[in-house]
């Protein structure tokens, strides 16, 4: 009877701290199993790493920083009530939801009672690191001067039209600006567009815009050398003009 009533106490307990705030922390008193990323902790970090999108203006700013996430893995495994602790800015806090809430199913966590876990919903807090120096390629050298350059889709040609089809001249009110922005960028091995890094800039809208551009390009073909698709580098010019 006395194990029985200690054991409604308990529950009673915890529901009583689920009921409150959401944003309250549960601390049990009694060992409680974590939840997990399937994979573990450096699975999750690859995971972020691979799929984070670094807004236009963390690279054309170089804006670096922690954003503190905190969200709620479910007795499901599911990642839910995604939300900022301590944020950059806009873009950066968005970008970070956006990466958790891509995240697959988690290991659900919960409390130990008579030897046997019993899942309950648990918050998890989640550090995330901004920093455009510290994105790196994993997949070998970045070459500068390989045998064969990557390319746009169908080539150069289509590379130009597909910029003048999709450029947007950033519209304020001041006095009108033309110029060029230089911009460079790594083409992965698997045609994918990184790294992207302002040269020679404009005015920040300018700029902005050039990488929003950039980021929007399809796949494109992986640079060569020795006959095997590698990382290289691919510097472009991109005009803006008032027609």
């Known amino acids: 009877m006395k194990k029985i009533f200690s054991i409604l106490v308990l529950l009673f307990f915890i529901l009583s701290c689920f009921g409150q705030q959401e944003e309250k922390e549960v601390v049990f008193t009694n060992p409680y199993k974590h939840p997990r990323y399937v994979g573990g902790e450096q699975a999750m970090y690859k995971f972020i790493e691979e799929n984070l999108v670094y807004p236009p203006s963390v690279l054309s700013e170089n804006i670096k920083g922690r954003i503190t996430v905190r969200f709620l893995i479910r007795t499901t495994g599911v990642v839910d009530s995604v939300r900022i602790i301590k944020g950059i800015n806009s873009e950066c806090d968005q970008a970070a939801l956006d990466v958790v809430k891509k995240m697959p199913e988690w290991e659900p966590g919960g409390i130990y009672i008579d030897g046997k876990a019993k899942l309950m919903d648990i918050w998890f807090t989640l550090p995330i690191k ?15 001067m390989p045998d064969h350059m990557p390319s746009f889709p169908e080539g150069e040609m289509a590379l130009y039209r597909f910029i003048r089809e999709n450029l947007k001249y950033p519209v304020c009110n001041c006095d009108p600006v033309e110029g060029r922005v230089t911009v460079r960028f790594i083409v992965t091995d698997k045609g994918d567009i990184t790294d992207i890094t302002i040269l020679k800039g404009l005015e920040n809208r300018f700029d902005k815009e050039t990488i929003r551009l950039i980021q929007s390009m399809p796949k494109w073909i992986p640079a060569q050398h020795d006959g095997k698709d590698v990382n290289a580098y691919y510097t472009l010019p991109v005009v803006f003009r008032l027609y």
């Open 130 to 144: 901004f920093d455009p120096a510290n994105r790196t390629i994993k997949n070998g050298n970045i070459y500068r």
